[in-house]
């Protein structure tokens, strides 16, 4: 990883040092399942006490291996999302006509990622956009996103804390720098590539990690209850994730008009049986509760979001 930090320095060239203190924080933690797999996804937020324009940068990532196993990126079971309100899914853009946007160019790109340890990953980017093109996409003291990070957990594992969490001790600090030159803002339609040897941007030292924000918040049920029997099937309407759901009698997802199941709880009664078939899956926020029976199938999903 040392290597990596020197490409980094050595790219932007002669760099000064910047004062200003910035913060990355996590937002919006979530579990999702894509029917197959269970994902924890979470916001990367950065936030500044002085307005700025963000260049390079790098951060790292400790994280659960009993939640998502070992090198992870090396596996396949990391991604970072930039989507186009983060920060770095910026690009630059014209109005050519009224409504019509076209556009010109990412701000930033070489959008690397590496195992650092076996339990800690990194994300890299680069600077593509001139500083004058990109402007100031940081605001002070506005949490903004950064990108959006998706991982997988092992199979069974989504009730396992993450415990994601910036590292900020050296050498993994101080990778952030404001943006290079050229300064001037777009002129026409022409794409103003950065030059980060002869206008350099800053190194950013001052540094705080908040990982609170990376916890998976605990739900109250706050929908009411539903009770599934087979003649009367849902007394009080499909379950969402406010609701408690209550198995009373014999319940299939495969059954026709029955399927998937999102709940805030799931309590299955005495007598009842519940079975998940291939391909399906129930997703409950909080507490499962097994009086009768719950059958899972070889590739049936059950994710419980809270341990």
Known sequence: MKQITLWVVILLGCISINAQNIELSFENPQVTNDGMNDFYEVDVMITSDAAYSQGSGQFFLDYNATAFGTLVNGAGGITYERPDTSILGGQTTVEAAPGVIIPLGSHYNSFFV???????????????????????????????????????????????????????????????????????????????????????????????????????????????????????????????????????????????GLGDINACELTIDAMATFTVTDGNFINIQNDITVNGTLTVDHQGSVVQVEE
Request: glycine letters at 10%; proline letters at 6%.
């Open 114 to 256: 590496n195992d650092a340890t076996t339990s800690k990953v990194s994300f890299i980017w680069q600077q593509n956009g001139s500083g004058g093109m990109i402007g100031t996409n940081i605001p002070a003291n506005t949490p903004t996103a950064l990108v959006h990070v998706k991982i997988q957990f092992l199979d069974g594992a989504s009730a396992v804390s993450p415990d994601l969490c910036f590292d900020a001790t050296n050498p993994f600090d101080d990778q952030f720098f404001t943006a290079c030159g050229p300064f001037d803002p777009l002129v026409g339609f022409t794409f103003v590539n950065a030059d980060c040897i002869n206008e350099a941007g800053s190194q950013i030292l001052n540094y705080t990690p908040d990982c609170s924000g990376s916890t998976l918040p605990v739900l109250v049920c706050t929908g009411g209850t539903t009770t599934y029997t087979i003649a009367g099937g849902w007394d009080n309407g499909t379950p969402d994730a406010t609701m408690t759901a209550v198995i009373a009698e014999d319940y299939s997802t495969a059954t026709m």
